[in-house]
Structure formats: C-alpha cells, structure tokens
C-alpha cells in the first residue's frame, strides 16, 4: 500500500493512448476501511489559463503500475 504523501506530483499516463493526464494533485481516502480510493488529477486550464475542465478522479482499480516518478492508468 501507499501513502498519500508519495503519490502526489507524480504523473499520470494513460496506458491505452500515451496521454500524459497531469500530475497528482490529491487522493480520496475510505475512512472507514483506510485505503486510497482514487487518485485526482486536475483539469486542463482552457485557453489564456482562463477556466478550468473538472479535475478527473481515478480509481485505484484503474492504476496498473506505480513507479519512482509515473503512475500508469489504464482508462
């Protein structure tokens, strides 16, 4: 298991396309059973770095791999 605290800046790859997701930027954690649910990405900031995309929740069942500095999803 992981700690939040190594997961975070780390990038997100999507295995189906090579899509670079961005870097994680929080977890959702079950209280009730202390496990990582889901890591979040933030959204795409959209033209002149005006708005923001919702950020994209990714949960533990889609991380295929965990490494020093990238986290594989498959999506």
């Known amino acids: 298991m992981y700690r939040a605290g190594e997961l975070r800046q780390k990038e997100v790859i999507n295995m189906v396309d090579g899509a ?37 929740v990714i949960g533990w069942d889609k991380i295929k791999q965990i490494g020093d500095d990238v986290i594989l999803v498959e999506l």
């Open 20 to 56: 670079r997701l961005g870097f994680v930027s929080d977890v959702e954690v079950s209280l009730e059973k202390g496990e990582i649910e889901a890591i979040v990405v933030p959204g795409k900031t959209r033209f002149l770095g005006l708005g923001k995309d919702n950020d994209v």
